[in-house]
């Protein structure tokens, strides 16, 4: 395929366009905002370099000389969105900022749902995604005791829970788009069915649980709550 290296190679290390001839006639920046036009409108499995191409009025074999493998096409996508996390000056209190960092991802994660898919360490070194990390190492000053490993576990299992959570927020709301009934006639329908199973006296710990807390369940809540969790093993007051 023309433009496919031979060796492995990292996208941000080769240039804009392989080859010679003309000047380019589109930067990585129209590559990667069309490809996640596509993915926004039609999800990941859209998008396709034949897909990027028609999107940008060329043809796919000439598309490859700019993008050689549709995984870079990939990385180019996530390097977009990165860009739009937003950079702040560190406020001083680690947990504040990394709870502020856990909320800005979940935003842009419900904004580009193609998002989670994606989230791999393969795809986590491009510039904007650097930019991010080093932004969000800075908000970790106040812990001067911490190694950068460690810094970087705590990092890296927050986006962890950020994905689980957004996964699932997702998935739910997928399947209650294509019910054939309202949300609310699901849940009323499932919720009388657990009721009755609670009251049989089968589940008493169950029964119990719902006695404490009969709900409803605040979603957000038990993100931040989540977050929380992580952040205590790593706070230092509170081991």
Not at 11 to 33: N, Q
Not at 200 to 216: I, K, L, N, Q, V
């Amino acid at each position: 395929m023309a433009g496919r290296a031979a060796v492995p190679e990292v996208i941000w290390a080769r240039p804009e366009r392989a080859g010679r001839g003309p000047r380019p006639a589109f930067t990585r920046a129209d590559i990667a905002a069309a490809a996640v036009r596509i993915a926004d409108e039609g999800g990941l499995d859209a998008v396709s370099m034949r897909h990027v191409a028609a999107e940008l009025g060329c043809g796919t074999m000439s598309l490859y000389n700019y993008v050689p493998r549709k995984e870079d096409l990939y990385e180019l996508m996530v390097d977009a969105v990165s860009a739009e996390h937003e950079v702040w000056e560190p406020s001083g209190d680690w947990r504040a900022d990394m709870m502020r960092v856990a909320r800005q991802t979940r935003e842009l994660m419900h904004r580009h749902p193609w998002l989670p898919r994606l989230m791999s360490p393969v795809y986590g070194f491009s510039p904007n995604a650097l930019r991010y990390l080093e932004h969000c190492l800075a908000c970790l000053d106040p812990l001067e005791d911490m190694k950068y490993g460690m810094k970087l576990q705590l990092l890296g299992l927050l986006n962890g829970v950020v994905t689980m959570y957004v996964v699932n927020e997702l998935a739910t709301a997928e399947r209650t788009r294509n019910l054939p009934w309202s949300a609310e006639q699901e849940n009323a329908v499932r919720i009388a069915y657990l009721g009755g199973q609670v009251a049989s006296g089968d589940y008493p710990r169950m029964a119990a649980a719902f006695t404490e807390d009969p709900g409803p369940i605040d979603l957000d809540a038990v993100f931040d709550m989540a977050l929380a969790r992580v952040l205590d093993g790593f706070d230092p007051e509170r081991r």
